[in-house]
């Protein structure tokens, strides 16, 4: 008898507890894996009235038998192969109008693709990101929905009651953000703000690092940070946790043990590729790809140091180096910038793909759903949301925070041209920050006029002017 509101396919740490959580909202969860004593394990491990909202089934067919209709399944397995495994067995035991919902990191392209494959089958689907972690799904993540519209108001009432809910308004962190691969889109392009962002405060501490200051002493100025709010986040909480820890329960800070090589699933760099594509300047989400992959190559990086063809003077700081307590506040300020500016570009990401792909994107409402429940969430994500709500067509996100140009841009090039100049860290991310927000206000760019002209020198590729219209072409001379 169908009796089940909603099914989760896979009981891994991140199916389990989002189907935990759907379940204590009130609502029946019938589960499948592929494994079938693992499910039924798992319900017996709960508290009687969890148990009661969860139903494990051992097959494709008795669940899709045990749900309601229009059946609606959410899957959460490894993305890519398994994925389309899944999908497959769910398209040959559904029905018209069904419900098939993709949670995984998947390209946005792709998530379009099995749209129009299972809508012209008679199904709908979504694929719908989430963010939050293992901790999320079980209280209260940020979920990402795009695909069949039709499909939203079937599930709107069990994806809200899931989903975290904002601090300022009580209002779920998730809204439809429209057709095709909307959804996986908007995600794609939070996790790679989240990796700018990360980066940022990763050569933030790596700054504080090269001007002598020890792990205690970092946290103490990252805490003061977050007392004065504007900075106040999650990765900002996690990096503090990263920088207290020990190793082992020992004396030595496990930042100093921890192998400098980071790992990457793709999204990252799927949305740099996407915003080269389109000819939107992202140099803050595309340097956080690029500095994980300086990471990546760490065995040609040990080479390279063991040829002693850098002197080793040029591998750190001058002995005494430090920053000042004015540099510190200015290390502040430039922080504030790049975060400002990744989210700048990441907004301006999809606000461009959302016109090639024709999404439907509400970019306002896509905003207020990153205030809580995931990665991004923090003090920032509010006056951001408030100046997209003020004005959608806002030219770019970092004309809403004018105090900020304003008083953070001189000691932010003070800082970093500092520490640039006495260390051998390029602060990546930092830096490109910077440049995005001084290209960014620039009426003449005279690197572009130059380039325009040398272009025009080898290729006769034509260069516009200021002073008349139309495309133009110079006599040059024969050089070569």
């Keep these: 008898m169908a009796t089940c509101d909603v099914g989760v396919v896979g009981a891994g740490v991140m199916g389990s507890n989002l189907a935990l959580n759907i379940a204590e909202k009130g609502f029946k969860v019938a589960l499948y894996n592929r494994t079938f004593s693992k499910v039924q394990e798992f319900i017996a491990a709960q508290p009687d009235n969890l148990r009661a909202n969860l139903v494990a089934f051992e097959s494709p067919e008795t669940f899709a038998a045990g749900l309601k209709v229009p059946r609606k399944a959410l899957i959460l397995v ?5 994925t389309d495994s899944v999908i497959a067995q769910l398209q040959g035991v559904f029905e018209k109008n069904d419900i098939i919902v993709d949670t995984g990191n998947a390209h946005f392209k792709d998530q379009a693709a099995r749209a129009e494959r299972l809508e012209a089958a008679g199904l709908r689907f979504l694929g719908m990101g989430i963010s939050g972690g293992e901790e999320g799904a079980r209280k209260g993540p940020a979920f990402f929905p795009g ?7 079937d599930i709107r009432a069990i994806v809200e009651a899931a989903a975290a809910k904002a601090e300022e308004d009580g209002k779920p962190c998730v809204t439809m953000n429209g057709r095709g691969g909307a959804g996986s889109c908007v995600k ?3 996790n790679a703000g989240e990796y700018a962002i990360l980066q940022i405060w990763g050569e933030v501490f790596e700054a504080l690092r090269v001007a002598g200051k020890s ?22 909480d996690i990096t503090i946790e990263a920088c207290k820890a020990k190793a082992d329960g020992g004396p030595i800070d496990l930042t100093d043990v921890t192998k400098d090589k980071i790992g990457s699933k793709g999204t990252g760099l799927w949305s740099a590729q996407e915003a080269l594509d389109v000819g939107v300047p992202a140099p803050s989400l595309n340097m956080a790809v690029i500095a994980r992959q300086l990471t990546m190559v760490k065995e040609e990086r040990i080479a390279n140091h063991k040829t002693g063809a850098m002197p080793e003077a040029a591998l750190a700081a001058p002995a005494g180096f430090t920053l000042t307590a004015d540099d510190v506040e200015g290390l ?3 922080t504030e ?31 207020a759903t990153f205030r809580a429940g995931c990665i991004l969430k923090g003090y920032l994500l509010n006056p951001m949301a408030k100046a997209y709500e003020k004005d959608p067509n806002l030219s770019n996100l970092l004309c809403a925070f004018p105090d900020q140009l304003k008083s953070n841009v001189g000691p932010a090039r003070a800082v970093l041209g500092k520490l640039m100049a006495n260390s051998p860290q390029a602060l990546p991310v930092l830096t490109a920050s910077l440049t995005y927000v001084n290209g960014m206000f620039l009426e003449v760019l005279r690197y572009g006029q130059v380039v325009s002209l040398q272009r025009d020198v080898f290729g006769r590729h034509g260069f516009e002017r200021l002073d008349k219209p139309g495309s133009h072409n110079h006599l040059w001379p024969e050089l070569q």
Aim: aromatic share 12%.
């Design 188 to 190: 794609m392009y939070h």
């Design 78 to 82: 490894p993305a890519g192969k398994v």
């Design 332 to 334: 502040r300020m430039a």
């Design 215 to 236: 792990n205690a002493e970092i946290v103490a100025i990252l805490e003061g940070w977050k007392k004065l709010g504007f900075l106040t986040s999650y990765m900002l």
């Design 337 to 367: 910038l790049a975060i400002i500016a990744s989210y700048a570009q990441m907004f301006q990401c999809l606000k461009t793909l959302d016109g090639v792909y024709n999404f439907g994107l509400n970019l306002p409402a896509t905003v």
């Design 147 to 153: 695909g069949s519209l039709s499909v939203w108001e």
